[in-house]
């Protein structure tokens, strides 16, 4: 085990949020305290724009030596185990003096306080912490940005806001959804009739089988945050069934989309299913944020408190000729909630 010196800052007085980053550079090598350059500085001025006085918080990192070309691939297994050790320590610790909350910033902050993978999937949502009794929120390294990747500055902005908003409590409140699956006939054309009645709006979302075939796969309807139906791949071989989507799609009711014009194109070329009256929060998301990433998983790890879930898609079509089928519906069916953002 090496003997190294630990780049850690203890808190003042007792404090509900802990900072870990990914190792120090070279200032912070000399001054023996984390996020005391550049970047450090940057961090800091952003943590006070959104409330949060990092000068008295708890702020250590996932390791104590800093790599060659200051690469996180290039500090060695021993120095990585080490700070992993010490990391997991201090966690115990503060969490005994009053931490709720850790924001977790980079890739190797992300592994090191929860075992998970994909900054970029995972920040702006609250995770379990390997520590027993804290959560973990994820973002985005500041060194991310300031080396070329200024249109991540408002994402972190939001993900430090939310960790002032999710400090009080080492507790995770992911939002209820009830995902109904329907396989019978007559439930969806019932469904489908009375959304096309509906004075409120609906969301839509389709699952195809591209660039296999153009099968639809999977047809789901969210009448709230809460409430999704979604009509399985025999249904979308029914003629009575694609009949009653056909007179819901043409109606007065207002259908929200993410990425419309796929779903709605797809319908139309290939089913004569034309839409009207269509909201998609694709484009939304653009008008508000042009540089900011599309994806659903992307604006639902902004808008709202869900975990990642697009594996789930991936993962239940994994096994060559055997689908999971209830996981996969049941993906369509958080897809069609989270659209509510």
């Not at 014009?261 to 484009?283: E, M, P």
Request: aromatic share 10%; hydrophobic share 35%.
């Amino acid at each position: 085990m090496p003997k190294t010196r630990k780049i850690i800052q203890e808190p003042t007085g007792r404090q509900k949020i802990a900072v870990v980053g990914m190792m120090p550079g070279k200032d912070e090598l000399a001054a023996g305290k984390p996020f005391v350059g550049y970047e450090g500085k940057y961090l800091r001025r952003l943590m006070k724009r959104a409330g949060i006085d990092m000068s008295v918080l708890p702020v250590t990192n996932a390791a104590h030596e800093r790599g060659a070309y200051d690469k996180w691939e290039n500090l060695s297994q021993d120095a990585k185990k080490f700070g992993q050790e010490e990391l997991l320590k201090d966690l115990e610790r503060w969490k005994a003096a009053g931490v709720n909350l850790v924001i977790a910033l980079g890739a190797p902050a992300l592994k090191a306080t929860t075992g998970a993978e994909g900054i970029l999937k995972y920040r702006g949502t609250c995770l379990p912490c390997l520590v027993d009794g804290l959560k973990v929120l994820p973002s985005i390294h500041p060194g991310h940005i300031v080396k070329g990747n200024p249109r991540y500055e408002p994402v972190l902005t939001l993900d430090l806001r939310k960790a002032v908003r999710e400090k009080d409590s080492p507790e995770i409140h992911y939002p209820f959804r009830d995902i109904t699956i329907i396989d019978s006939p007559e439930e969806a054309i019932q469904i489908a009739e009375l959304c096309t009645n509906s004075r409120t709006p609906i969301v839509v979302d389709i699952e195809t089988n591209y660039p296999h075939t153009q099968e639809m796969t999977a047809y789901g309807i969210a009448t709230s945050k809460r409430q999704a139906y979604v009509f399985t791949r025999e249904l979308m071989r029914n003629p009575d069934v694609l009949r009653a989507i056909g007179r819901m799609a043409s109606s007065k009711t207002l259908k929200i989309f993410h990425n419309a014009l796929f779903d709605a194109f797809h319908g139309a070329y290939y089913y004569k299913i034309c839409y009207r009256n269509i909201y998609c929060t694709l484009i939304a998301q653009h008008d508000c944020y042009p540089l900011w990433p599309k994806s659903l998983a992307f604006c639902a790890s902004v808008w709202t408190n869900e975990p990642y879930w697009k594996d789930d898609s991936e993962t239940a079509l994994s096994t060559p000729g055997k689908v999971d089928w209830d996981m996969f519906y049941r993906y369509c069916g958080k897809d069609l909630s989270l659209i509510h953002i």
